[in-house]
Every structure is written in C-alpha cells, then in structure tokens.
C-alpha cells in the first residue's frame, strides 16, 4: 500500500479521539444543556510513553511501544452523560451496558471519575534482522497500532482504610501493515543509524484489533491530598482482565513504593494495550485557594522508588498466536508469563503546572517456547498537568 494511503489511515484513525479533545477545549462548557463546568470533560493533563529494548542492549521481541494520553479532569458524584462529547458519551453508554455496576454508586459524591484518551503503536520482531525468509521458530513479525478510551473511578467509603480504582477500557486498533510498524521502525533505526530488519513482509496480516479491558487496585486510604507528605512507603495491589483479539489474560500484580513525598494516585506501570490510565486526582494544582485542597495538600516536589510484580495468565496474545480471522505465523505460546520492573519517578511543579518523569527497567520471562533468554526492556514517562 502507497505511502499516502497508510498516512491518511493513520490521520483518520487518530481523529476518532480529536472530536472530544476539541470539543471540551475550545467550547464554553457552561452553555452546553445547562451542565455546569465540573460535569463536563475538560481535559488536565497528558502523558508521553516510550519504551524501547534498546535500553537495555537488545533489538528483538518487544521491541518498541510509544503511547500519547490525555486525562480529563475530575468528575465528582453522579455522570450526566448529556453534559459529555459524542465519543465520550457514546463510550459511556457502552460501558453502563456491558457493566451495569459500573456506575451503581454514582450518587455518592466522595467517589470521583475520570475519562482518558490514548494513541501508541506496538511493534514486534524475530532475534535477526538479516533475514528474509520466514522464521519459524522466531517470533512473528507484528505491529499494533490503536486508540482508546477509559473510564476511572476512584472509590473511598468513609468507614473503610482503604481505597479502590476502577477502569474499563474499550481499545480499537489495527493489527498488520496498516500499523505502519514497519515505516516507523525503518524511520528510526535510519536515524540512529542502525540497520534495518529485512523480513517485514512476513509481518501478520492486516486486522481489525478489539480489546476489553478491566482493572481494580486497591491501597491504603492517605487522605485527600496530592502527595503523602515527608518520608513514607505504601503497596498497591491490582487484578486485570482483557478479552479481545489483541489479547485474553488474567493478571495479578502488586507494586512497592518508598520515598520523599510520595504521589497520591495508583503507581506507575509499563505500556499495556487496554490499561494506559491516570487516575482521578486526590488534589488538583490548579485547586482554587477557597476549596477543600489547602496549599499544603497541593503537589509538592518529591522522588521516590518502586520495584512491581505481575503474573499473567494469557489465553491469546496476537503477537505471538498471529492474526485471530486469518491463517498466519505463529509460535507455541507459554500460559504463564511473569514480569517483574524496577524504576525511579520524580515530580513536582515546572511554571506552575505538575510534572512527572518515570524510568524503569522491566524484565519478562518467556513467552513462547521458542524464545532465547528472558527479555528487558526500558520504559520513560512523561506526565505534564496543563
């Protein structure tokens, strides 16, 4: 397919996101049906992901993911799905369908929401770049490129010690040449200076790509503020699924933090199709001086490390059992996969708006029975409040 033809795609697939970013940017909120400014989506912030196992020496398997995310503001109480854009609406609907639980509580006024916007690529390859011919015991050649939106809701009762976050998530994406895996690694391998891998035209076929995703964490309840002020450590423990073609699996993971000032909020994680959140905050920077949020309560700069545990039972992974609707490669996937990741966050405030920069190695046993060694990879996040 013509150069042309693959960018346009692309531009179309990344505006199904652009009519709510744009909607709850530029229009004045407070005329929109009656609905008052905090029950409409506006949008605070963003995070730019890229992982890459060049990090840590290698060029194989996973071997790039980039995701761009916005998160909207918080919602508090009760959604009126009238006051939201088209998309956002329409997203929310499905989810009170699919999971009518979802919002059964909503009245009450302590739990907050939020919705979030995301666009990555995925791309996959075997361990040598050299070769043309199809390797069979090797991983397919495959790329992921998709769109998403999710909705968290962040829930305290007043007599319990902990708190909870609820995701769901519906991914829609593309798996195959119109991924456009192949250019893009091309395009940065040439400006590294790096040779190119010569087998894409084995990659898997082109497909469309749908994931449902659910998540729940769960962590000691620390107040409402932004940050835990001084000296501290907490854990927080989640459970996931994902159903769809880009991947079905159960996970189970519990992350450890310790440092200065420690984030209120849910961890920091690897990209993962169905799971790139942000959740509502426990104290926003741009917090009015009359509110419930003090100075004291607002972000503070602060550093902290954190080591997470995940083990994950998959049922199908699309980059390694091929296309779903299509005869293609594949290798012999393994049930049980375990990961394990290592890192350092520090944020705080740059001009008056919140900052955060995470770094992380992540290590992953095999995933097929073919494959060499365990693989590692590297993860960098950027996280700007507007």
């Given at each position: 397919m013509k150069a042309s033809m693959t960018s346009a795609w692309a531009l179309t697939l990344f505006l199904h996101i652009v009519p709510a970013i744009a909607q709850?940017?530029?229009?004045n909120t407070s005329s929109i049906k009656g609905c008052k400014a905090d029950e409409v989506v506006r949008f605070r912030g963003g995070t730019a992901r890229l992982e890459n196992d060049l990090f840590t020496g290698t060029d194989q398997n996973y071997t790039n993911g980039v995701a761009f995310t916005a998160v909207s503001h918080?919602?508090?109480?009760?959604?009126?799905?009238?006051?939201?854009?088209?998309?956002?609406r329409l997203h929310a609907e499905l989810i009170k369908f699919m999971n009518p639980g979802f919002w059964t509580d909503a009245e009450n006024p302590a739990h907050t929401q939020n919705v979030v916007v995301k666009f990555g690529q995925s791309m996959f390859t075997p361990k040598d770049?050299?070769?043309?011919?199809?390797?069979?015991?090797?991983?397919?050649?495959?790329?992921?490129?998709?769109?998403?939106?999710s909705w968290n809701r962040r829930k305290h009762e007043p007599q319990s010690n902990s708190e909870m976050l609820d995701t769901r998530e519906i991914?829609?994406?593309v798996i195959g040449p119109l991924s456009l895996a192949e250019q893009s690694q091309n395009l940065f391998h040439?400006?590294?200076?790096?040779?190119?891998?010569?087998?894409?035209q084995h990659q898997l076929k082109n497909?469309?790509?749908?994931?449902?995703?659910?998540?729940?964490?769960?962590?000691?309840?620390?107040?409402?503020?932004?940050?835990?002020?001084?000296?501290?450590?907490?854990?927080?423990?989640?459970?996931g699924l994902r159903l769809g073609n880009i991947e079905t699996s159960a996970t189970l993971g519990i992350e450890g933090r310790i440092g200065w000032n420690l984030p209120n909020d849910f961890g920091t994680y690897p990209i993962r199709p169905g799971a790139e959140n942000r959740p509502p905050s426990a104290a926003s920077v741009h917090s009015g001086s009359g509110d419930a949020h003090s100075a004291v309560a607002r972000p503070r700069p602060g550093v902290h490390l954190f080591g997470t545990i995940e083990t994950k039972l998959v049922a199908h992974d699309f980059s390694l059992d091929g296309n779903l609707f299509r005869s293609s490669h594949s290798v012999t996937r393994r049930p049980w996969v375990a990961q394990a990741a290592v890192g350092v966050s520090t944020h705080g405030l740059v001009a008056g708006h919140g900052v955060k920069l995470a770094a992380m190695r992540v290590y992953r046993s095999r995933e097929f029975e073919e494959q060499g060694p365990n693989q590692a990879y590297g993860s960098v996040a950027l996280s700007i409040e507007f």
């Open positions: 709850a940017a530029n229009e918080d919602i508090a109480g009760k959604l009126r799905t009238e006051c939201l854009p088209t998309p956002v770049p050299a070769r043309t011919d199809l390797i069979a015991d090797d991983r397919p050649y495959a790329g992921l490129l998709y769109v998403g939106m991914t829609l994406g040439d400006a590294i200076g790096a040779d190119r891998f010569l087998g894409w497909e469309p790509a749908l994931q449902l995703a659910m998540d729940r964490k769960f962590k000691d309840y620390r107040g409402t503020g932004a940050i835990m002020p001084g000296f501290s450590a907490d854990s927080i423990r989640s459970l």
